[in-house]
């Protein structure tokens, strides 16, 4: 049971919009930035957004999100298939002096 | 470039240890925190450990503490991990990352390809 709550998978055709939850509580998401990773198929994380909307050099404008008390949503834009990956969100957590990490959302594009 | 080369995985046998180390290039590695995450076959990603930039602060998960020491030498550009009393829960891909800020373990910008530990007898 992650301390972050992700919907197991979510799906969409190319082209279209789908956006990515992940809930906390104030002890993470509630006081703490909140950052975003894809993970392609056998491959290491990348990371997506950090401090809760910038994009690191390289992530295209498709890719955005936003933070709301203790929730976040991660959107991506014109999707295509290479985007298939499972998505994570993290945080640090004050209550546990660790971070973590949401239990993962697998993004499907039909 | 930045780069991060993670070593010492392998099997070990339950109740076994090892040493993780994770050679970092292409950034003033002082000047960062170093995390560990792990990735159990077919799971999500867990954060493990992390460290600040000077080494003299270290954060566990509650599933590692007691068993697992995070280090680093700074002369070296190395992050360690030495995994002890290990179970078969612990069986993962292990995975060394930067982080963004000197004190914080995330979030993290570039990560390492990951060793896998394996925990069976």
């Known amino acids: 049971q992650s301390v972050l709550t992700q919907p197991p998978s979510v799906s969409a055709a190319p082209g279209q919009t789908v956006t990515i939850s992940c809930s906390g509580s104030s002890s993470n998401l509630g006081n703490n930035y909140v950052s975003w990773y894809q993970q392609l198929p056998g491959t290491a994380p990348k990371l997506l957004i950090y401090?809760?909307?910038k994009r690191p050099s390289g992530i295209p404008d498709r890719f955005s999100a936003s933070k709301s008390g203790t929730s976040a949503t991660l959107g991506i834009t014109g999707l295509q298939t290479g985007d298939e990956a499972d998505y994570y969100c993290a945080t640090w957590d004050n209550s546990l002096t660790a971070g973590v990490f949401g239990g993962g959302t697998k993004l499907t594009v039909l | 470039e930045v780069q991060l080369l993670e070593s010492g995985g392998g099997l070990v046998q339950p109740g076994g240890s090892l040493r993780l180390s994770c050679v970092a290039s292409?950034?003033?590695?002082?000047?960062?925190?170093m995390t560990w995450v792990r990735q159990a076959p077919g799971k999500g990603l867990e954060w493990v450990s992390d460290v600040t930039g000077s080494g003299g602060n270290t954060f566990y998960a509650d599933s590692v503490k007691g068993r697992f020491t995070v280090s680093r030498d700074n002369s070296k550009n190395t992050l360690y991990l030495q995994v002890n009393s290990l179970r078969a829960e612990d069986t993962a891909v292990y995975y060394c990352?930067?982080?963004?800020?000197?004190?914080?373990?995330?979030?993290?910008?570039?990560w390492g390809q990951g060793i896998l530990v394996t925990v069976s007898s």
């Open positions: 990352a930067k982080a963004r800020s000197l004190v914080r373990g995330v979030p993290l910008d570039y």
């Open positions: 401090d809760n909307d």
């Open positions: 292409g950034f003033t590695f002082s000047s960062f925190a």
